[in-house]
């Protein structure tokens, strides 16, 4: 069965950091696509970092580059997301995805086969 588990969500105020894990089960982990996607309030789910299956390349959405920082220790089958500088329009949840053929397109929402339930983000002004 595949599993993919989020943990470290919490209510930090702006400016402050978290880290997001995601430990993944029940499937080949270095093989498929990985990334990390977030849901704000009455929004549509975007992507926010992933990495690719096809080179290892890791790839940010222009709201995220230079404040997050994505990476993975494929021997705990888990991917981490290093988020600094929070706002509070980071504020949602944050989803764990993998995708099998995703390549440099894995912060596309459509294209992830696996979703984990989520970590809620809460950053206050």
């Known amino acids: 069965e595949v599993q993919l588990v989020e943990s470290g969500g919490d209510l930090v105020q702006a400016g402050g950091s978290l880290r997001l894990s995601c430990a993944a089960s029940?499937?080949?982990?270095?093989?498929?696509?990985i990334g990390w996607f977030r849901q704000a309030p009455g929004k549509e789910r975007e992507g926010v970092s992933c990495?690719?299956?096809?080179?290892?390349?890791?790839h940010y959405a222009d709201s995220a580059k230079g404040r997050f920082t994505m990476s993975s220790d494929n021997a705990k089958n888990t991917v981490y997301l290093h988020l600094n500088g929070l706002k509070p329009e980071d504020t949602g949840v944050y989803y764990c995805?993998?995708?099998?053929?995703?390549?440099?397109?894995?912060?596309?929402?459509?294209?992830?086969?696996?979703w984990g339930k989520g970590a809620l983000v809460i950053v206050s002004s």
């Open positions: 029940g499937f080949t982990f270095d093989t498929y696509g």
């Open positions: 990495i690719s299956d096809y080179d290892g390349s890791i």
């Open positions: 995805a993998a995708g099998y053929g995703v390549g440099s397109y894995c912060l596309n929402v459509h294209g992830m086969d696996y």
